[in-house]
Every structure is written in structure tokens, then in C-alpha cells.
């Protein structure tokens, strides 16, 4: 019997693809993990310098690991000494090739994201030549409400236990306090509704459950 989970994305991937597509954004579906990471390398011209945020989607697909192995220059801000992290950041803001996650996407193709830092969100808006945006249908929501809902009780909460030092109440109880810490990761909260310039924001949807 085929997975009803897989079944029921390979209806609905496409259609939020037409959506997202109908707001300007490239955008693509693909079954399988593998062939999203041929995708995006497909897309990046060579000679472009890669960045990339925090995602636990693109630590699955292996694109930072990839990117390097198909001989792209990189910046990656855990790989430089601690006094130099903040300004490789800022130096992301300004590569060819940004690759990210989103937190969530509602079937109308709108994308909603929420960051501690704001370095992310702030690269898929303004600064990188192009934005390469992998998730997996576990991110996709029915409306623009829910993917604010999903973003802020379920991906932040589920986020936070990735940094134990930080101290939140959901990283103690697993809600959303609608907190102010000073280590809150919910400090931005961006929706794009429309990619502009056209096709800057590319977005490839992957029938499986990846990130959180």
C-alpha cells in the first residue's frame, strides 16, 4: 500500500507550487531528498559564493557539505573563529547564493519566518543575488494564520532545543510563552507574500517530512 503521507503531497506539492509560482516565486516539487540537492546545485552558476542560515533542511540535503565539495566558495560562520562570526554574517548578506529553510508555507504560497538574530530573514529579503529555499511538506500550512501559528507554537518552541544555553520558557516546557527573554528566538517575524524581483526567491518543496 503506497504511504498515504507521500500520496496525499504528491496532490498538494504541485498546487502550492502553482501558488507560489502565482506570486512570483520560482518554484518546483520534488519527491525525494536527493532530488532537491540536484535541483539546487542546478540553479547555482558556478563561481557563485554560497551562504547560508541556520537550517536543519539544509544540513539533511548535505548542501553545505556539497557546496564545498563541488569546489563553491563558502561562508560559513561556524567555521571561522568566534571573533570572526558576526562579520562573515554580514558577509553573507552580500553572496550570490543564500540557501535557507522556512518555518512555514501556507497553501496560498506565502512564506513565514521567524529569527532570533534577523540575519536570515534579513538575506531573504535584501542582499544575496538569489535565495534558494528548500522544506519539506511537513512545512506547509492551509493559510497565512496557520503558518503564523505553526512558526510560533511549533517551530520556535522545537527550535530552541537545538541551543540549551539559552534560557526561555519554552525551552522549558515546550510552549510558546509569547516570552520577551533576552534569548528569545522569536525576535523577527517576517511574511513574504510576493518574490520581488521576480524569481529572486526560488523554492523547491520536497515530499517528505524535513527540518523542524
Known amino acids: 500500500m503506497a504511504n498515504p503521507i507521500e500520496v ?42 554560497i551562504g547560508w542560515g541556520g537550517s536543519l533542511t539544509v ?18 560562520r561556524d567555521a571561522v573563529a568566534p571573533e570572526n562570526r558576526l562579520e562573515t554574517m554580514r558577509k553573507v ?9 522556512s518555518n512555514a508555507i501556507s497553501e496560498d504560497g506565502q512564506l513565514v519566518n521567524i529569527d532570533g538574530f534577523g540575519n536570515r530573514v534579513a538575506a531573504m529579503i535584501f542582499g544575496p543575488k538569489q535565495v534558494i529555499l528548500v522544506a519539506g511538506m511537513n512545512k506547509v500550512v492551509k493559510t497565512l494564520e496557520d503558518a503564523y501559528t505553526r512558526t510560533r507554537t511549533i517551530a520556535a518552541p522545537m527550535n530552541a532545543q537545538r541551543f540549551p544555553q539559552k534560557k526561555t520558557p519554552c525551552l522549558e516546557t515546550g510552549s510558546c510563552a509569547n516570552c520577551n527573554s533576552p534569548d528569545s528566538i522569536c525576535t523577527f517575524i517576517v511574511a513574504t507574500r510576493l518574490c520581488n524581483p521576480p524569481g529572486r526567491i526560488k ?3 520536497i515530499g517528505k517530512d524535513l527540518g523542524l
Open 59 to 76: 544540513e539533511a540535503l548535505g548542501l553545505t557539505k556539497l557546496a564545498r565539495e563541488k569546489g563553491y566558495s563558502v561562508l560559513d
Open 203 to 205: 523554492v523547491i518543496l
Open 93 to 101: 548578506m552580500t553572496c550570490d547564493t543564500f540557501l535557507c529553510s
Open 8 to 49: 496525499r503531497n504528491s496532490k498538494l506539492g504541485p498546487k502550492v507550487v502553482k501558488a507560489l509560482q502565482n506570486r512570483r516565486f520560482d518554484a518546483w516539487y520534488v519527491e525525494e531528498p536527493q532530488e532537491a540537492a540536484e535541483k539546487v546545485f542546478s540553479l547555482i552558476p558556478k563561481g557563485d559564493v
